[in-house]
């Protein structure tokens, strides 16, 4: 089964830093897509950025870009310039592309507070 | 342009009610998703509905049951509430069958 781990409960970093958020996956299908969600207190699950399995270059979004490492299975958001807003919940997630549906698995998430 | 909405915001309930979640998708979006989401943790797959037929199912109880209506809303039914039904239910809409999911604000369940 598939299976996304986080292994940082908790991040600081300081205001105008960048930030590093680790995401290791397992899955042994060949075609799948990596997400990055943002949770901030209010609950509300906010798209960050998304990565193909055959990509070949780094997903990018604004100050966001995601580190794909395929060999080694992992998923590493980058969160450059740190802003206090960004202070929130973060959740890796996976979809299986052979499946029919649209299920993704989600990791447990990494808390990141951003110091001023 | 609107984004997923979902009613209620928040909801009391007790052990054994029944409980009807609502969701309206972003407009032209034709797939909803559902997630529970238990405090602490990243959120559950329960169902996915596309063009109002089941496309993906979780691994919960037959208590849990949805549906999706022509103009693709689609609501979330509990039924036999139990304590640990308490979290916080999270709707997903995306424009196809396999495409980046954008949420709603979820609803909070809390079962006493």
């Known amino acids: 089964a598939q299976k996304i781990t986080q292994t940082q409960p908790g991040m600081f970093v300081q205001e105008k830093e960048a930030v590093t958020l680790d995401c290791t996956y397992d899955t042994s299908d060949p075609s799948y897509g990596l997400f990055w969600y943002k949770q901030p207190s209010s609950g509300e699950m906010i798209f960050l950025i998304y990565q193909g399995s055959y990509d070949q270059q780094n997903a990018t979004e604004g100050r966001y870009s995601l580190n794909f490492q395929k060999a080694r299975k992992s998923a590493n958001l980058v969160i450059s310039a740190s802003q206090l807003g960004d202070s929130a919940m973060y959740f890796c997630a996976m979809r299986r592309d052979v499946e029919y549906g649209n299920k993704l698995v989600f990791g447990a998430g990494t808390i990141l507070r951003v110091k001023s | 342009d609107a984004g997923v909405t979902q009613s209620p915001t928040h909801l009391i309930k007790t052990r054994g009610q029944q409980v009807t979640l609502r969701c309206s998708p972003i407009?032209?979006?034709?797939?909803v998703s559902w997630y529970q989401q238990v405090l602490g943790q990243g959120p559950q797959f329960i169902f996915q509905?596309?063009?109002?037929?089941?496309?993906g199912r979780g691994n919960f109880p037959d208590r849990f049951s949805a549906r999706q209506f022509p103009n693709y809303s689609s609501e979330l039914n509990v039924n036999a509430l139990l304590l640990g039904d308490s979290a916080l239910y999270l709707c997903?809409?995306?424009?196809?069958?396999?495409?980046?999911?954008?949420f709603g604000p979820g609803t909070r369940l809390l079962v006493l």
């Open positions: 509905y596309y063009e109002k037929e089941e496309r």
């Open positions: 997903a809409s995306s424009l196809g069958r396999q495409e980046t999911q954008y």
């Open positions: 407009s032209g979006h034709k797939s």
